[in-house]
């Protein structure tokens, strides 16, 4: 056996074990009864403890070394620069800060959940200062050595070969025109009337819709399931694809498009390359492009004119006719475009704003230029300047609206405007690829479409790095301009 | 730290495994969708692998015989005598041995399953004489160095401390008497008419009904739910306990004694002592001691002639009124004996004959005095002597019925009616304690009942060995005597 060998053999071994713990991990969120919590978070601590021991071992170091002057092929030598990639990430933190970033984060997330309902800024910021000290040092020591600045180093954990003179570019970019393209939206739409479903939409009717529409486009049911949980997530393992969703008796399209969102995720964990599962390779790209596909779906697909055609059916077959149905009134209500506090609940066109705004806070914040007491002001300012509105006081629904920060999780966010960009660039690809996309859309014909998916992006998994990745895929790096295209000719026709 | 201590930890540790591997083999049949299996195989073998290693550990050994001359008390040399149990069996078989009766049983039960409804005995027969081969090394391994039999070795795996001689005796008893009981109850209910209840009964209704009725003899839904799966089973953690059940829309008394039997293993587990959970100590007693759990639920309370007037009003919610949830008619289609070829389908009266029939080959089996070929006539030959009926070529509803033998499981069939016997001594023993214990259960005041349990049985876990819990319990030794005055009592009365 080479070392190369001994390596993969390696990964396989902990990917068994990822196995247990995605499925656990699911489980936990969807089935488990209360009292099963601390049984499972100690036998997931456990768990945990494994693989990291496995992911830090010094005998993979050697192998990984080893490995790296045996004859490879093209496909082994990605394979093992992603081995790789993972080995030094693993062993770039000393066991204690980890721990100490554990215990933090938890506990900063546990007081974040009745802190923001009870709008305690100052109680929050408490735990968040010894959060951001942590996060300082964990980016500090994986910039270490390289030649990322520390928010570059955080961002490379989800976005690996992210730089941020690149988001820096693509972010003053849009900000440059998505400003002044919202504000024509939102008055356009003023003008426009759009007739509301009528609920209640019950849960089972729900369920079936949700189930149908995701047969509807593509999701293989023999390799995956859908259920509930409070939040919702794609989970599980590439074999076997665990998606949950929530369902608001009141409001059906929050569910459904949740399920659709999902169902992108799914898809390309369940057409990853079978014949290297268990290794590095075989992972998706990255943040970015996972999420590419989530709004590949749910954005670019979902909510496009023409899907407004296929969906009707299903609607009407599950839920009942009313008026709210007819096509062209079901494209309005996908379309609708909002001024609003929380980014979760924000539309495709003022989204960007949200991250921006949070990548504006929460880089000066791990390098150090600005201190956790700043962030309301900071905050209240960028809501005034990108959508004209007041926060001032309202901490719940401003910078205490999201879990990422209380949990220590930095450079995250940009991974959402990437993936809106890259589903953009892809839609933009396939209408050159593919002529006559929008019509096949409209007629519910997907095949060319989820193909070029596959082709291009899916059964890729991680073997080329994400510039390599784009450029293959669509022909040239990734590029602004296609989102800006799609935004305005989808709702400034 | 002392030896013991560390011993304690190690096994902690262990209990974090078998949580994940227990709530994943529940997901597998509960949820997992078919392409999940073969990388759901993989991560559980992988799991078991590291399992196999720490129970055996050279380590844990030593920590053990350590811990031997520490000073303990009383529960803590409870705990080592288990804990050194579970490393003694652990320990018994080489490695290789393990792996061989791994691949030859699923081999066996893998061709077993189309083989049963083809009736093919001669291929059936050609895979089990490897497993029974293993099966006798494996007995050969665990008998090795200790005063018992080949077989008994076996049964104590499922049994700890079971004897042959004892089993012997009991079952020697039951011949004497239960034939011509059986003859007797079969004759008096010739005469007695049941309406029978007239279906369908819906899934969703079922299942309703199941729910409320596990609530009602106090199943802990904080700690545990209902599912479905192919094959019924009680499984997940004593923290978070899996139960599952099938539904046959024409028949709701299957699914809904499933549930109540299930339901008793569930409670056992929900109840065992939470201060060791994690330890051997902690664990249930043995098998015969669970199904006396199960029995006790199913037989003895819920077939109990007062139960069926807790029962009606249920029926009647869940299912609507028919004549047939007539209280008195309820009681008999709760106690209809029957002669039959299938065990799992047999009543109480007929239960034993099954299970000694099997006792009676593979013990002989075993021990090499009799071989696979012999079976199938030791089996007509049995059926024809206890139940009167010829099953010469039926294989399918014959030999080839239960999934037991094809697994390489043998010396565990005894537990099935250890178990009855028990639950029959336990409602002696409350009769004698608790005053007015069949008019209560008629009310449905079950608090005593379970009481009785939790304080005698649940509680105790493995602190005694099996005949000293017995004695504490009930005051006396295992004593067929009190199943027989349960059966004559119940349908000779």
Known sequence: MTAYEDA???????????????????????????QGNEARSQALAELEGLLHEMATSAALGALLKGASSEPLDDLQRANLREMTRAWRTATALPDDLVKEMTLAGSRCEHAWRTQRSQNDWQGF??????????????????????????????MDLYEPGARCADIDRLFADLKTWLPALMQEVLQRQQQRSV??????????????????????????????????SAHPFCGGVPQDVRLTTRYNEADFLGAL??????????????????????????????????ESQSLSFEMQLA???????????LLVRHLGEQPAFEAENLARLLT?????????DADEVSYPAHVIL????????????????DIPGLWDAGMQQFFGLDTRGNYRDGCMQDVHWAQGLFGYFPTYTLGALYAAQWFASMRRDLSGLDEHIARGELGGLF???????????????????????????????????????????
Chains 1, 2 share one sequence.
Request: glycine fraction near 8%; charged fraction near 25%; hydrophobic fraction near 35%.
């Open 451 to 493: 193909d070029w998916l596959r082709d291009r992006i899916w059964s890729q998994g991680s073997r080329w790095e994400t510039s390599e990745l784009v450029r293959r895929a669509s022909g040239e790096p990734l590029n602004a301009a296609h989102f800006r295209r799609h935004l305005e000719s989808r709702y400034l026709p």
């Open 336 to 344: 609708r475009a909002r001024r609003g506090l929380i980014r979760v």
């Open 8 to 34: 993969c053999g390696h990964f396989r071994r902990m990917d068994n074990f990822v196995h247990l713990n995605a499925i656990t991990r699911w489980d936990q969120m969807a089935n488990m009864p209360p």
């Open 195 to 228: 007739i509301a479903p009528q609920g209640p939409f019950p849960k089972s009717a729900q369920r079936a819709l949700g189930l149908e529409t995701m047969q509807f486009i593509g999701f293989n049911f023999a390799a995956g399931r859908l259920d509930e």
């Open 303 to 313: 909510r496009h004119p023409g899907f407004a055609h296929c969906l009707r059916p």
């Open 257 to 290: 498009m949740g399920v659709i969102h999902e169902t992108g995720h799914g898809r390309y964990e369940q057409n990853l390359p079978r014949e290297w599962l268990g290794l590095p390779l075989a992972q998706a790209r990255s943040m970015g492009i996972h």
């Open 358 to 373: 949070r990548y504006e806070i929460e880089r000066p914040l791990i390098e150090g230029q600005i201190e956790v007491e």
């Open 125 to 154: 910021a408490s735990n968040l200062r010894e959060v951001v000290r942590l996060a300082r040092e964990q980016a500090r020591c994986l910039a270490a050595g390289t030649d990322r600045s520390p928010y570059e180093a955080l």
